[in-house]
């Protein structure tokens, strides 16, 4: 199969820092990833698309500013929530999908990152 | 934003029955997938089944298609409480853009 990393896979810290998720691809190359954000108890809603060597594409409501991506490789994308706040507390989730072989168009998915800001 | 309905928002079953998930989408789709999530944790693929799929199969789990109604759904046979999990489709319109989820099934299978 393929694998998603992320790290960490948990974070609580104090309102008013950033904090910075890593998502990585172990065993395939990822031009494209996309980070997703799931409240409790609801779907998984698409906060940005992650390209390599390019700028982020943002959804409608997503603050560009706040939310920072940066695709620094063909295996890693990163999302820097900065200045948070109690509300961007949320399950952070990215996904990489495998464009070649058995596997194509397959989408993987991290196992999440529980951010609680207090 | 959500593509479609997932039905029932909530099963439950007793171990050994067959636990039947629906989802319907409302624009035209490359691929559908269907994944499970255990609380609190990540999503992990289940299947994947092209527009131009009817029906596949993976070990205790068949997943049909049907693009004239735009709805799909994903069979678990023989339940184990182990399945219990919440379940989500997505569908994306090409291979390399992202997925779209429905509002996901959570399934309790009872021992």
């Known amino acids: 199969g393929a694998v998603v990393s992320q790290h960490p896979s948990w974070v609580i810290c104090k309102s008013g820092t950033s904090v910075k998720i890593e998502c990585r691809s172990l065993?395939?190359?990822?031009?494209?990833m996309f980070w997703y954000r799931q409240f409790p108890k609801q779907s998984l809603m698409l906060m940005a698309t992650?390209?390599?060597?390019?700028?982020?594409?943002?959804e409608q409501g997503v603050e560009k500013d706040k939310f920072l991506i940066n695709h620094a490789s063909l295996t890693l994308s990163t999302l820097t929530v900065t200045s948070a706040h109690p509300e961007d507390s949320s399950f952070y989730i990215c996904?990489?999908?495998?464009?070649?072989?058995?596997?194509?168009?397959?989408?993987?998915f991290g196992p999440g990152t529980r951010l609680t800001v207090l | 934003s959500q593509q479609g309905e997932e039905d029932p928002q909530a099963l439950s079953i007793q171990e050994g029955e067959n636990a039947t998930m629906n989802c319907s989408y409302k624009t035209s789709i490359n691929n559908l997938q269907w994944y499970r999530q255990n609380s609190g944790r990540g999503l992990v693929h289940l299947i994947l089944?092209?527009?131009?799929?009817r029906e596949k199969h993976s070990g205790r789990l068949r997943v049909t298609l049907d693009t004239s109604k735009k709805s799909s759904s994903l069979l678990i046979t023989a339940s184990r409480a182990a399945d219990t999990a919440s379940y989500f489709c997505a569908t994306a319109n090409s291979g390399n853009t992202p997925l779209v989820f429905g509002k996901g099934t959570r399934l309790s299978v009872i021992a």
């Open positions: 065993d395939f190359q990822a031009t494209t």
């Open positions: 996904s990489a999908p495998q464009t070649s072989g058995r596997l194509r168009d397959e989408q993987f």
């Open positions: 089944i092209r527009s131009n799929e």
């Open positions: 992650s390209n390599e060597g390019s700028k982020a594409t943002y």
